[in-house]
């Protein structure tokens, strides 16, 4: 067993303070004379760097109503928020979206796009059980995914994929997807969704951009990919953004980079997301999970549930090596603002992946 991480700092926000904000904006939702009660309020510890996110039970007209709840709210701008913007009305109607085409995703129940109560806009689900495998430790190190059977793994692995099949199927003609659209130049979604991906890393830069991001972007236009319909895509498709009952999916989380795109933008980001945790431990000498998620194992479950033919898989894992490398930096910033690190002096050492986005570009990693 590995030693406990420490706590990682999420939020300067005072929870008790915050649990009574969130009893009286409750109140002004029930009818009158329910008065709710809220219990304190705790975070998920094994995931989450973005949008906070409180869970919390509540009981109301003399417990008689009530039940167990998650908020998930923008964090505050002197936080350092990973994203430079957090759209929650986005996030609470793609969750609509995909439940009413039956992807397993908890109920929205309330939704406050008014920042006054909590100090910033958030909406309110339904929670629901289940165990979701860690980043702190990764599932790679520790955990019960870990010490599950390869059999159990791949069921984890052929369900996670299917749900992601059945997030493609949703009907974008009978459906306003519009919300999803990035309105950047650019005559497709990929292409609208690349120029975005541009606009963030010269915002979570802060005017030190990374030689190696910019390469990858170079790379990545030279070598544009054959594109096929856009669908609704999850845009967080990892495996830490799903809670399980036993080895099946029951809850598809964390919303917050739905975007229209290619179908390979989900499968990209899922593979190279166990590359992310895979490389850096078999780097330290441990095993991890190397016969999980596999790209091509994930692209012939893929096809077999959804019908359709992937394409370029390489290049999205690029894409999304490059993706999480933006992300990661900020994260660096983020952490170094609470004390928890410092900031590395050379911008490509400021996410962990660097030799895997090398290896990515050059070739060699595609020919371990």
Do not use: C
């Not at 991480?5 to 009158?32: H, I």
């Not at 929205?108 to 629901?128: H, I, K």
């Not at 541009?198 to 544009?224: C, D, K, M, Q, T």
């Amino acid at each position: 067993m590995s030693e406990p991480a420490a706590p990682t700092v999420r939020t300067s926000r005072d929870d008790d303070a915050l649990r009574q904000r969130l009893r009286r904006w409750l109140a002004d939702r029930l009818p009158e004379g329910a008065e709710p009660t809220v219990s304190e309020l705790s975070s998920p510890s094994a995931s989450g760097m973005s949008s906070e996110t409180l869970l919390f039970d509540a009981t109301w007209s003399d417990g008689q109503e009530g039940g167990a709840f998650v908020a998930r709210m923008a964090p505050a701008e002197a936080d350092l928020p990973t994203f430079p913007t957090y759209d929650l009305s986005l996030q609470a109607r793609v969750l609509g979206l995909a439940g009413r085409a039956g992807v397993p995703v908890p109920a929205v129940r309330w939704l406050e796009t008014d920042p006054a109560p909590l100090g910033a806009p958030f909406f309110v689900m339904e929670r629901l059980s289940g165990r979701v495998p860690g980043d702190v430790p990764p599932y790679v190190m520790d955990g019960w995914l870990k010490d599950a059977s390869p059999e159990q793994r791949r069921t984890l692995q052929d369900r996670t994929v299917a749900a992601i099949a059945r997030i493609h199927a949703i009907d974008t003609a009978a459906e306003d997807v519009s919300f999803l659209e990035f309105p950047l130049p650019g005559e497709t979604p990929l292409a609208r969704h690349f120029a975005n991906q541009r606009n963030y890393h010269v915002w979570a830069a802060e005017g030190e951009p990374s030689p190696l991001i910019e390469r990858a972007f170079a790379y990545l236009a030279e070598h544009w990919p054959a594109e096929g319909p856009a669908v609704v895509s999850w845009g967080d498709s990892r495996i830490g953004n799903v809670m399980y009952d036993g080895f099946e999916p029951v809850a598809i989380l964390d919303w917050e980079m739905a975007a229209l795109g290619p179908r390979e933008l989900d499968l990209g980001w899922l593979v190279f997301m166990h590359t992310f945790f895979q490389t850096i431990f078999e780097a330290m000498g441990q095993p991890g999970l190397p016969e999980f998620l596999r790209g091509p194992d994930v692209v012939r479950t893929y096809e077999r549930y959804s019908g359709h033919a992937v394409a370029d898989l390489h290049w999205y894992e690029t894409y999304a090596a490059l993706r999480h490398a933006i992300i990661m930096t900020r994260i660096s910033r983020r952490m170094a603002h609470f004390g928890q690190g410092e900031m590395a002096p050379d911008p490509d050492d400021r996410f962990p992946h660097r030799a895997t986005l090398e290896a990515m570009l050059d070739g060699s990693h595609w020919r371990r």
